[in-house]
Structure formats: structure tokens, C-alpha cells
């Protein structure tokens, strides 16, 4: 079974800092990508950042310069930085993976954390 389990949300005042990791186990023999998307109550899910297997990121404009994403495609780990904060974060945050076991692709998504954050 291959599974994507998440870390690190909490609750964090406004201009603070949290970092969350992922981590992917079973059967995964390949990765392609790995990323975070957060859904915030109402709202519908959204790309936050993508870390490619070519090395390269991209991110939603709304995280660009406060939010950071590392990801280590040999370990199936990734991990989001995120600094400054803002109400307008909050929201459900999940992880996904992008790749192949040995026999078909998938696409794995995380149970979800949720970051609130608020004075």
C-alpha cells in the first residue's frame, strides 16, 4: 500500500512560521513530482507549490517569496516552509505525489493538516 502521511500544521499567529512535511511510503519506485495544495473553508482546493523531479518549483502568486518548498525524490519527502503568515492562509493543506509503483502511475494525496492562522 503507498500512502502519504503529513506533519507540522498547528495554529500560528499572523507573521509566524510553520513548516510542514510529507513523507510517501510502499511501493513507489518513481516520483515526478511532489506539492502541497490547501483548501480553505468555502473555497475550492488550490495549487500552492510543485517541486518537480528536473529540479525546478512553481508557485501559487499568493505564496510567492514568503512560502518555500524542498523536496527529495529518493526518500519521497517534501517539505513546505512557510513564513509571513497570513490570515488568508489558513485553510486545510495537502501533500501530493506524483509518480509510478512498478506496474501503473499514481497520484497520492495526503489525509490533509490544517493551519490556521489567527491572533
Known amino acids: 500500500q503507498v500512502q502519504l502521511v503529513e506533519s507540522g500544521g498547528g495554529l500560528v499567529q499572523p507573521g509566524g512560521s510553520l513548516r510542514l512535511s510529507c513523507a510517501g511510503s510502499?511501493?513507489?519506485?518513481?516520483?515526478?513530482?511532489m506539492g502541497w495544495y490547501r483548501q480553505a473553508p468555502g473555497k475550492q482546493r488550490e495549487l500552492v507549490a510543485n517541486a518537480f523531479s528536473d529540479g525546478t518549483t512553481n508557485y501559487a502568486d499568493s505564496v510567492k517569496g514568503r512560502f518555500t518548498i524542498s523536496s527529495d525524490n529518493a526518500k519521497k519527502t517534501v517539505v513546505l516552509q512557510m513564513n509571513n503568515l497570513k490570515a488568508e492562509d489558513t485553510a486545510v493543506y495537502y501533500c501530493t505525489l506524483t509518480g509510478a509503483t512498478r506496474s501503473k502511475p499514481v497520484v497520492l494525496w495526503g489525509q490533509g493538516t490544517l493551519v490556521t492562522v489567527s491572533s
Open positions: 510502499g511501493s513507489i519506485f518513481t516520483v515526478t513530482a
